[in-house]
């Protein structure tokens, strides 16, 4: 029996999972990513860490033929979003960030429940948000999400690609969404691959890594 726990293997597990992972390019047309795939992937895109615990992220499943095909011409035309089975518009949160907001005093009394920690909490974020770009902050969190999504993907077998290549603007407009009040972080297409990839290209760790 193997042993779920077992160090070596579960490190062996996701290193396989990461070196499946690549970003693909055409996916198998008509091969569906079944609907509980689809929810594991995004479980791990909402177990993700993020700033403050601020949770930045939506995610916008796209799986309607003709949506699919305007966000295809959305992200430059790029042939994987049509072929993808599904494609997660992963948003960014951002009027929902001022630090008077609702969403903002919701999510930090979670971190700080306590009248006076809240204060402090708020108070810091207050600094943090005239001295940060907001915008560029909340997309950086939302990237993490992705991250955890293509991994959870790789886990199963689900192919990835993610797509920064986007008219955010036509890609509000293909998912119908007038309010412009999120941003548009990273187009996540997911599907089965068409072709094997090609040669995984990295520069070793010896130029990449110090230790001090
Ligand atoms: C933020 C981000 C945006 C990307 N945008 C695109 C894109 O628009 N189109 C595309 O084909 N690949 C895109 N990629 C994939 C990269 O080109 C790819 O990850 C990189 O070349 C390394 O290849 P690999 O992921 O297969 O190892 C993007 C990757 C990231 C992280």
């Given at each position: 029996?193997?042993?779920?726990h ?11 999972a ?7 390019r ?96 708020l ?23 992705a ?16 797509i ?49």
């Amino acid at each position: 029996m193997m042993d779920d726990h077992d160090p070596a293997k579960l490190r062996e597990h996701f290193l396989q999972a990461l070196h499946f992972r690549h970003a693909c390019r055409a996916f198998q047309p008509g091969r569906r990513v079944a609907q509980e795939d689809i929810e594991y992937v995004l479980e791990a895109g909402r177990l993700s860490p993020s700033s403050l615990g601020l949770e930045h992220w939506r995610f916008v499943v796209v799986q309607d033929p003709a949506c699919k095909e305007a966000l295809r011409e959305a992200c430059m035309g790029q042939a994987q979003v049509g072929s993808a089975s599904a494609v997660i518009v992963v948003l960014a949160r951002e009027q929902e960030l001022a630090p008077d907001s609702d969403y903002v005093a919701r999510m930090l009394r979670r971190e700080a429940p306590d009248a006076a920690g809240f204060a402090e909490l708020l108070d810091f974020y207050r600094h943090f948000a005239q001295h940060n770009d907001l915008t560029a902050w909340s997309i950086a969190q939302c990237h993490i999400a992705a991250t955890n999504i293509m991994t959870a993907a790789a886990v199963i077998g689900v192919d990835s690609c993610p797509i920064g290549g986007f008219s955010a603007s036509a890609v509000l407009d293909a998912l119908g969404i007038t309010s412009r009040a999120d941003v548009v972080a990273l187009v996540v297409a997911l599907g089965y691959r068409e072709h094997e990839p090609p040669a995984r290209q990295r520069l070793p760790l010896s130029e990449l890594v110090e230790y001090r």
